[in-house]
């Protein structure tokens, strides 16, 4: 029997130009932009509402005696009803028997009675010395669709859920960060770009000081300006559905800040633009008043990302295992070294000039770490960007798992996903991805902490001796 052959051309052949003419309709003008993005900004909010209780606010789900004892307190889970069957005072959950649901503030009540009355050899709390300031992580690579914020979002509640402060800083005009974490921004002088102005305002501030001694006329300070100087850490701070992750959020018109930034530059060419984030979060005690500071990048190396990536102690750079993304990561390690140490050139002619000491860009540790991983397609790959990219990669690569998707929808993290709404194979699967991602940024974390107390402990035992 002969087998027919298909000889059906493809769909590209015989279209009709007439036809095809007839479907275009009009011409589109700028204010079909203007009707799209209402239609659009009426769905998203739409969608966003799908995570949101009735009210319309966004509220953190409760958590269970399996998950308190599974993931966030090392307790079994009948030492944990005999403790508090016999402390009153302690948070009791809701519900009747065993199955009692706890929010996170009380949770974090139980850990802290558990880090004071539990066995000294547990760890109820997370590492995290005295006396040192916040390590602020920017998670950053310009290339987009690499998992930079759904990176960011889940280490952030990772973090949380582990028992530290943390500020989220959405930097990327998009606000997808914002969105995540219930955050309203009305516009931008409820994001960054205010507190950037700030520091330029401060700089011309004192840049006139010294005109008015030379007797020159002052560098204009305009109303911008003006109130930029009013604004403090509290103006933009707002609170989220978690009770220890506080945001700055972003909005379409922080994209301003691009084209404003170097235009201050240009007024006063000493004005470091790059320190001006750093400047902020030192200037108002952030650093003091969390432990963690994560950074959420726009997928560009632009002013925002340049502040970012110089007040980062820590840079994360996902990205996922394919020839395109490590290319382009590979260029944004190169732009990265051909941007700062530009800086550095720059500035430190004009030290040496001075007198003064030279500047220099450091990190405490840059990773990158490869996302949306799919063994059975991308192991060769992924070994290959493991072999060229050698000490600056994560060894751990984060699996893809449906569980994000299936979260996605509700605009949640899979933390905030409840785990009654899935296999609870499943979500302990899909859970394990974002946990052991979190494990390998915790020792990056407490290592870099480590390092800095044992620095400045040598540091103060060499100024004991100097002085005796």
């Known amino acids: 029997m002969t087998r027919k052959t298909d000889l059906s051309l493809p769909p590209y052949f015989n279209l009709d130009p007439a036809s095809a003419a007839a479907k275009l309709g009009r011409p589109v003008d700028t204010t079909r932009f203007a009707k799209a993005a209402a239609f659009c900004a009426r769905g998203r909010d739409d969608l966003a509402r799908k995570g949101y209780a009735p009210d319309g606010k966004k509220r953190l789900r409760k958590f269970s005696t399996w998950e308190i004892c599974r993931y966030l307190i090392p307790v ?54 005295k006396g040192l300031p916040a390590k602020v992580v920017a998670v950053a690579n310009f290339k987009g669709g690499v998992g930079k914020t759904s990176t960011a979002a889940h280490l952030a509640m990772s973090a949380a859920l582990d028992g530290y402060r943390v500020l989220v800083i959405d930097l990327d005009s998009q606000g997808s960060m914002t969105s995540i974490m219930g955050g309203r921004v009305a516009d931008e002088w409820q994001t960054v770009f205010p507190l950037l102005a700030k520091d330029y305002a401060l700089h011309v501030r004192e840049e006139n000081e010294v005109r008015e001694a030379k007797g020159e006329g002052p560098l204009p300070l305009d109303e911008t300006l003006t109130e930029a100087l009013k604004i403090t850490a509290a103006d933009v701070v707002q609170k989220t559905h978690w009770p220890n992750i506080d945001l700055i959020g972003a909005q379409l018109n922080l994209y301003w800040a691009e084209f404003q930034v170097p235009v201050w530059r240009m007024m006063l ?66 732009m990265l070294y051909s941007t700062f140490a530009s800086i550095e050139d720059g500035e430190n002619a004009a030290r040496r000039t001075a007198g003064l000491p030279e500047m220099k860009f450091e990190w405490d ?80 974390l407490i290592g870099s902490w480590w390092r800095d107390q044992a620095m400045e402990k040598k540091e103060a035992e060499n100024g004991e001796a100097q002085t005796a």
């Open 76 to 129: 079994a889970s009948s030492h944990l009803r005999r403790v508090l069957r016999n402390n009153p005072e302690l948070p009791q959950g809701e519900g009747e028997g065993g199955a009692k649901w706890f929010t996170l503030e009380e949770v974090l009540a139980l850990r802290n009675f558990f880090a004071e009355e539990g066995a000294a050899k547990k760890e109820y709390r997370p590492y995290r010395p």
């Open 269 to 334: 060419r000493r004005w470091p633009l790059w320190d001006a984030l750093t400047g902020f979060l030192g200037r108002e005690g952030l650093l003091r008043d969390y432990d963690i500071i994560l950074l959420d990048t726009p997928p560009a190396l632009g002013y925002l990302t340049i502040n970012a990536l110089a007040a980062a102690d820590i840079l994360l750079v996902p990205l996922g295992a394919s020839f395109l993304e490590f290319d382009s990561t590979g260029r944004f390690f190169d």
């Open 365 to 444: 540790v840059v990773r990158a770490l490869i996302t949306r991983f799919d063994a059975n397609q991308q192991t060769d790959l992924a070994n290959v960007v493991q072999a060229y990219f050698g000490d600056f990669m994560n060894a751990y690569r984060q699996d893809f798992t449906a569980l994000v998707g299936q979260a996605g929808e509700q605009v949640n993290g899979i933390y905030e996903a409840d785990y009654r709404d899935f296999n609870r194979e499943t979500y302990v699967r899909g859970r394990e991805t974002f946990d052991r991602t979190y494990a390998e940024f915790k020792e990056i």
